[in-house]
């Protein structure tokens, strides 16, 4: 019952793209929902709750040649914690040649400012990161990264989705989540730098004692952990910290280093994110020196260094389900392979037969009966209770009014789903129509008291000194109507506007009602709803997010615009919508 309800929402809702816009009837309240018959609302007395710890393994199979392997079936694999036998409790197989049209398609032209959360294309594969890691690589290293870099995205695989990060003087978010190659290429290129991605970093050394890899990373994985399913990290680099094994004095950097690192692995692996480092040396070349030392010759080598950073690359793929690439001249054929790999692989969830959650490191050993393969997964997670408090059915379906709600709450997928450069969400789908609601105006006393708290703006509190209240800043307001499918009509409604460095300037969520009431009965629409935001935002946004989750379900649909809108009165073209994978010239074909 549940899948035909699901069915006949996207049904509705690829309906509403076609035929056009549909007017909702609209009275003072600034959210509008319409009724779903009693008979397809959930019964709570029916509501059973169980939590029910799951372990995830992504386990990546290759044959002697490094190539994935298909085919496979869960009669194939074993599982062990801490060398007892587990019970494989589900099994998915991810294969990258297998592309879903489960989605409708994107119509090629929508109304002035109006955006759905369809990508033009079948998406292929899981999310991808490209960590660009200036600060660890050479003055001579960056040029040849960068042309490989781009021989790359401007030929990647279709319908995969990367964002790019570049580790310079900070860690910088370049480019959010899309499959247009001319985007990413345009991010990447050195005849067009653009902020934070120089033609060539001179300071590395200034920074290295400041900022790390590992601490990269770790905060790489804070932005992409509770997205859902599988991600691969790519980094590239030119030189890995050394300092996996144990040094032998506990007083040297090492160990620090080493324990950061190990950190990092934690943190990806916790998340489902394998790490795929990618050594943009090259094939190098040791160099082995003589100098007298007393009576006798001393020699010296540094091949010792570079079999150490190798380990360390092997170790960090190793932990984390990844693989390394080194020594090896086409760093763009390493990337694709890469990509590739890291696509293909088996998802296994099993409840630990060990209850006792004390927070000690568990080991994970996966065994396959066929002999031959290698299999790349995470071998390892700590056995951490959790204290969360789930809501009760009536706070989660029902609310009295439109209530505003803080954005900073992490308790479901509509806060990961809101940061900037997050991928297009459609597990809900809607439409959005955003348009300014008259010239900008200085910000009135309660509109910047309400900026007050945002991150952007918010000023540390001191018990000895009163906070000043913040000058009035132009903005722009903004209505936001919302058409969405959803299941059940009580929804959360949210917009986040971010500046040029991903600050957020403004963000609001809002709770529509479950009022039968709000629709007269000729207008109700089963399954569609209707809602509308208002939303201020600083003249120095340059995108706006938005979202709406169904809150019995928490199926979330979010997309992310660019600013300035164009101007009413346009069409908007498809291959400018969010999530679009035409890059023009490349993918798509050129607007009539």
Known sequence: MVTLLFLRSRLLFVALLFVGSITAQRDNASSQTAAIPASQKPDSALIIRQNVRRVIVDVVVSDSDGKPVSGLTAADFSI?????????????????????????????SL?????????????????????????????????????????????????????IFVLSDGLYLAQGFTENRNVLADVLDPKNPHSHIPRIFLYADNYQPYFSAPRALIQIAKFLADLPGHKNVIWLSASF?????????????ALNASDEIKEATNA??????????????????????SRPQGGAMETTSDSAALNASYMTEQEIARATGGRAFFSTNDVSGALKDATET???????????SNQNYDGRLRHIRVELSKHGYQLAYRPSYF????????????????????QP??????????YPNMQHGAPLAHQLLFRAHIHALGPPAKATAHQMANLADQPAFFRERRKDRPVKPLRPIPLQTYEIDYTAAARYPTLEVAAAAFDADGNMLNGVIHRTADDSGQFPPGQRRDGIYDVQQQFDVPLTAVSIRVAVRDVATDNVGALEVKLPLVPEGQTTDASILPGASGAKGLDTPKPR
């Open 80 to 108: 062990l914690e801490d060398g007892k036998p587990q019970k494989i409790r589900s099994f998915d197989v991810h294969d990258f040649d297998l592309i879903s049209d489960s989605l409708p398609q994107l119509p090629r």
């Open 268 to 289: 990806m692996a916790r998340g489902q994110i394998a790490v795929y480092p990618v050594d943009v040396r090259g094939v190098v070349v040791t160099n082995v020196s």
């Open 111 to 163: 109304p002035t400012n109006t955006f759905v959360n369809v990508p033009s294309g079948p998406e292929r594969g899981p999310l991808y990161v490209l960590l660009l890691d200036l600060i660890d690589m050479g003055i001579d290293d960056q040029p040849r990264a960068r042309e490989q870099l781009l021989k790359f995205i401007r030929s990647k695989p279709l319908g995969t989705r990367f964002a």
């Open 241 to 253: 910290p050394s300092s996996v094994m144990p040094s032998s004095d506990p007083a040297t950097e």
């Open 342 to 352: 890291g696509a293909h692989y088996y998802t296994l969830t099993y409840s630990p």
């Open 383 to 402: 056995g951490n209770s959790t204290s969360a408090t789930a809501q009760s059915p009536s706070e989660m379906r029902f609310a009295s009014e439109l």
């Open 405 to 414: 709600l803080g954005l900073t709450r992490p308790a479901d997928s509509l």
